[in-house]
């Protein structure tokens, strides 16, 4: 799990079902944990593209 921006860890079960899926924006880069904006979100490890943002 990644920690979030406060230091809490973040569990939804959107980001456990789209982490380590294939981006579908590039060929590339599969789908991990990370911090979009300042919230969690789903990022492409290769191009930084968010597919999921928690709120």
């Not at 979030?4 to 380590?20: F, N, Q």
């Not at 924006?25 to 599969?30: K, L, N, Y």
Request: net charge negative; hydrophobic share 35%.
């Amino acid at each position: 799990m990644q920690e979030t921006v406060d230091g809490t860890v973040a569990v939804h079960p959107v980001v456990d079902a789209l982490e380590g899926k294939s981006c579908t924006f590039c060929d590339e880069g599969e789908l991990v944990q990370g911090i979009y904006k300042g919230k969690n979100a789903v990022v492409c490890e290769s191009c930084e593209t968010p597919t999921a943002q928690l709120w």
